[in-house]
């Protein structure tokens, strides 16, 4: 049994963290993975309406878009021109499970060396693609990288780094910490917009530019990667037991007590030693159902907040209702500058708060906003009009800009941050490559499919949308408990105070006295 699991007839312990220089330096450095992510992610929305891209590569979406009659909706519905946003994700996809295993034998640090190369390499074919082939090349090697690095991280960087800051980070601050990842990916996408709104102006070549600087993070995170050390969780599970609890002195500051900490940490490590194979068929047995279902849950609902497909194809989106391209990536700019600002203040407050009333409250803020996207583009159709006139398309834009902000004050750092908080040790790196491959293939369908159903139920795919947040919504306030402040190790308290989870802790501690007394 887990050591969530044996922590439900115990208080939460206080560990006496603090915040030290080198706790905020290895964070820092791990939740900088996600500036690859972030950038990966905007520079393609931009790109894939930049004239001169799809002059090399997509002609004929260009001799489309420049036809007197045409359905707006419908100018970039090519399957091949999304498959280059998309094939990001179903590599990731595929490279996080892998990263799971490599991370016990590696480390989290040499995962994160792993990715930043993947990603590094991914920049250089793309930025040199001469052919639509190599374009999905080059995004599938970046995808392998965003799936080794990832967790999300970052993810990841999607596989490593929010495990990494949430093992590290002191429990009080958690969130902050661990939502630094994320914080990161909104930079790297803030980034991302900024470039595109220049290279766009380039001919030609003005494409490869953008898609060619991922290389910088990609060297900043190989370089980063020689100078943060492994997080004592990973240090036991591998053998060097010594040298985690240095680390864990040296990350808590040579005067604080780690005596409670890390004898937690070796416990913990102990019991996932003896349970070390078959951490997926484990992960679906009885006594980690509400791991599973809430593991399952975030990512899926997650999906299906719309906000994918609108941060990646926010540039297509503006170009649709009527903005020129530049114009339409000037608004993606602020789009992310709005987001930055949401993931900033979400870092802040909720440590405070707590993560619930996050997720209910951008739940709801994002509901309203695409219902009135909706209503806007319903009203267009009724019309028959051709392209949105101006005061619909500006509502559209703020509309966007508004459900941005709620998403990035809740679902958007949470994502990261609930998985990463919730699992018991000895499944945690399974249970997040699970997480994250979800995301990840939720991600490609959506993006692969969503500009083939716009041009086909218009505004009828945002009503979906509201119809998984108010799921989402209902399912958080039913069945999500609070984590904020309570320690990794002694997370199983939570569900034993839920009221429908602390039947199965019930369950699981009964049958375990059953099989002591025989």
Same mark, same amino acid.
């Given at each position: 049994?887990?050591?969530g699991?044996?922590a439900?007839?115990?208080?939460?312990?206080?560990?006496?963290?603090?915040?030290?220089?080198?706790?905020?330096m290895?964070?820092?450095?791990?939740?900088?993975?996600?500036l690859i992510?972030?950038?990966?992610?905007g520079?393609s929305?931009g790109?894939?309406?930049?004239?001169?891209?799809?002059?090399?590569?997509?002609p004929?979406?260009l001799?489309?878009?420049?036809?007197e009659?045409?359905?707006?909706?419908c100018?970039?519905?090519?399957? !091949?021109?999304? #498959? +280059? =946003? &998309?094939?990001?994700?179903?590599?990731g996809?595929?490279s996080? %499970?892998? *990263?799971s295993?490599?991370?016990?034998?590696?480390g989290?640090?040499?995962?994160?060396?792993?990715?930043?190369?993947?990603f590094?390499?991914?920049?250089?074919?793309?930025a040199?693609?001469?052919?639509?082939?190599?374009?999905?090349i080059?995004?599938?090697?970046l995808g392998?990288?965003?799936?080794?690095?990832?967790q999300?991280t970052?993810?990841y960087?999607?596989?490593?780094?929010p495990?990494?800051?949430s093992?590290?980070a002191?429990?009080? !601050?958690?969130? #902050? +910490? =661990? &939502?630094a990842?994320?914080?990161?990916?909104?930079i790297?996408i %803030?980034? *991302?917009?900024?470039?595109?709104y220049f290279?766009?102006?380039?001919?030609?070549?003005?494409?490869?530019?953008?898609l060619g600087?991922?290389a910088i993070?990609?060297?900043v995170i190989?370089?980063?990667?020689?100078f943060?050390s492994?997080t004592p969780?990973?240090l036991?599970?591998?053998?060097?037991?010594?040298?985690?609890r240095?680390?864990l002195?040296?990350i808590?500051g040579?005067?604080?007590?780690?005596?409670a900490?890390?004898?937690d940490?070796v416990?913990? #490590?102990?019991q996932?030693?003896?349970n070390d194979?078959?951490?997926f068929?484990r %992960?679906?047995?009885?006594?980690?159902r509400?791991?599973?279902v809430?593991?399952?849950a975030?990512?899926?609902?997650?999906?299906?907040t719309?906000?994918?497909?609108?941060?990646?194809?926010?540039?297509?989106?503006?170009r649709?209702?009527?903005?020129s391209?530049q114009?339409?990536i000037l608004?993606?700019v602020?789009?992310?500058?709005?987001n930055l600002v949401a993931?900033?203040?979400s870092?802040?407050?909720?440590?405070?708060?707590?993560?619930?009333?996050?997720?209910?409250?951008?739940?709801?803020?994002?509901?309203i906003?695409?219902?009135?996207?909706?209503?806007?583009?319903?009203?267009?159709?009724?019309?028959?009009?051709?392209?949105?006139?101006?005061?619909?398309?500006?509502?559209v834009?703020v509309?966007?800009?508004?459900?941005t902000f709620?998403?990035?004050?809740?679902?958007a750092?949470?994502?990261?941050?609930?998985?990463s908080?919730?699992?018991p040790v000895e499944?945690?790196s399974a249970?997040q490559?699970?997480?994250?491959?979800i995301?990840?293939?939720?991600s490609?369908l959506e993006?692969q499919?969503?500009?083939?159903?716009?041009?086909?139920?218009?505004?009828?795919?945002?009503?979906?949308f509201?119809?998984?947040?108010?799921?989402m919504?209902?399912?958080?306030v039913?069945?999500?408990?609070?984590?904020?402040?309570v320690?990794?190790?002694s997370?199983?308290?939570?569900w034993?105070?839920?009221?429908?989870w602390r039947?199965?802790?019930m369950?699981?501690?009964?049958?375990?006295?059953?099989?002591?007394?025989?």
């Amino acid at each position: 049994m887990s050591r969530g699991l044996l922590a439900v007839e115990s208080n939460v312990p206080n560990y006496r963290e603090g915040i030290t220089f080198s706790v905020m330096m290895t964070c820092l450095m791990a939740a900088s993975c996600g500036l690859i992510f972030g950038y990966d992610s905007g520079v393609s929305g931009g790109v894939t309406q930049m004239e001169s891209f799809l002059s090399e590569f997509f002609p004929e979406v260009l001799s489309e878009m420049k036809k007197e009659k045409h359905d707006v909706y419908c100018k970039y519905d090519n399957q !091949w021109l999304t #498959a +280059f =946003t &998309s094939s990001l994700y179903i590599a990731g996809m595929l490279s996080s %499970l892998l *990263a799971s295993h490599m991370t016990r034998m590696v480390g989290r640090q040499g995962i994160m060396l792993i990715g930043g190369a993947l990603f590094l390499a991914g920049s250089i074919v793309n930025a040199a693609a001469v052919s639509i082939a190599m374009l999905i090349i080059g995004r599938m090697l970046l995808g392998f990288g965003l799936g080794f690095t990832s967790q999300e991280t970052l993810f990841y960087t999607t596989q490593a780094a929010p495990v990494y800051l949430s093992e590290s980070a002191p429990a009080r !601050w958690r969130g #902050a +910490f =661990t &939502s630094a990842y994320n914080a990161f990916v909104v930079i790297g996408i %803030l980034f *991302a917009t900024v470039t595109n709104y220049f290279t766009d102006r380039i001919p030609v070549w003005g494409w490869r530019v953008s898609l060619g600087l991922a290389a910088i993070p990609s060297v900043v995170i190989v370089a980063g990667a020689f100078f943060v050390s492994d997080t004592p969780s990973s240090l036991v599970l591998r053998g060097y037991p010594h040298r985690a609890r240095a680390t864990l002195q040296h990350i808590r500051g040579p005067h604080a007590d780690v005596d409670a900490e890390f004898k937690d940490i070796v416990l913990a #490590a102990n019991q996932a030693h003896k349970n070390d194979k078959g951490a997926f068929k484990r %992960l679906f047995s009885k006594q980690y159902r509400q791991y599973l279902v809430i593991g399952v849950a975030i990512p899926v609902f997650y999906g299906f907040t719309g906000m994918v497909v609108i941060a990646m194809f926010s540039p297509l989106l503006f170009r649709t209702v009527g903005f020129s391209s530049q114009n339409a990536i000037l608004g993606s700019v602020i789009n992310s500058a709005i987001n930055l600002v949401a993931t900033l203040l979400s870092s802040f407050i909720m440590d405070r708060i707590g993560r619930k009333f996050l997720f209910i409250f951008g739940g709801l803020g994002m509901m309203i906003c695409e219902v009135a996207i909706s209503w806007i583009m319903a009203d267009h159709l009724g019309k028959q009009e051709g392209i949105m006139p101006g005061n619909y398309a500006t509502s559209v834009l703020v509309l966007i800009w508004m459900c941005t902000f709620s998403f990035g004050l809740s679902w958007a750092p949470l994502r990261y941050v609930v998985p990463s908080e919730i699992y018991p040790v000895e499944v945690r790196s399974a249970g997040q490559a699970m997480s994250i491959s979800i995301t990840f293939c939720i991600s490609f369908l959506e993006l692969q499919v969503f500009i083939a159903l716009l041009c086909t139920m218009k505004y009828v795919v945002f009503l979906l949308f509201v119809i998984c947040l108010l799921a989402m919504t209902i399912f958080v306030v039913m069945f999500l408990p609070e984590t904020k402040g309570v320690p990794i190790e002694s997370m199983g308290s939570v569900w034993a105070q839920h009221w429908f989870w602390r039947r199965f802790t019930m369950n699981v501690k009964q049958e375990s006295q059953t099989l002591l007394v025989k």
